[in-house]
Structures are given as structure tokens and as C-alpha cells.
């Protein structure tokens, strides 16, 4: 979640966040207390899903695969732990989408 939003739900703080930086809300509902939740939420939440189930496939595949855990000391260091998981990945991919290609 990036820095500045303050849950992983739609509030007041979160799409006031957004709204300065001219940002989509793509943020999910939370179901009222008490009571089912309308259709039409379930929807937009559900359409939501699928996009964020995407990228969380990278993060379980970072975290499982190749074991990513970031605990350094540093926000510098940080990213430059994440921007090779992020490589290491892509080439990955690269290599699967490669073997694929040649087995036909």
C-alpha cells in the first residue's frame, strides 16, 4: 500500500490521498455492519479482485519462489531488494514464455 493510505478499504483519508494526486480509487467497500452486502458492491469489489489477484500472484511468487523478505534497514536499500525481485521475476517469466514457445 503506498505511503499515505491508511487501510486497505476505501475512507475519507484514503480517496482524499487519491484525489490530490488525481488518482483512480480502485479501493474496496466494506461491507455494512449488520447487514448483507448490496449487489451492486459486490460487483464493483469483485471486478476490483481481479485485477488486484493479479498482482499478488507476483508477490506469492516473489515470496515463495525466491524466498522475498525485505528487512533491511534503509528505504534505498529496500527498493533495490525489491527492483531485483523484480528482475529476477521477469526473467523468470521470460524463460517460461521462452520454453513455452519452443514445445509449441
Known sequence: MPSGLKSAYRSQSNEK?????M??????????KGKPMPKT???????????????????AHQKNKFG???????IKRAEAK?????LAYNFDRLVFH???????
Open 17 to 21: 490521498w487519491l484525489a490530490d494526486r
Open 23 to 32: 488518482l483512480t480509487s480502485r479501493i474496496h467497500r466494506r461491507k455494512p
Open 41 to 59: 458492491m459486490a460487483r464493483a469489489n469483485a471486478a476490483k479482485s481481479a485485477i488486484r489477484a493479479k498482482v499478488e500472484h507476483v508477490f
Open 68 to 74: 522475498l523478505f525485505i528487512g533491511t534497514i534503509g
Open 82 to 86: 525489491l527492483t531485483l525481485a523484480n
Open 98 to 104: 521462452e520454453k513455452r514457445a519452443i514445445m509449441g
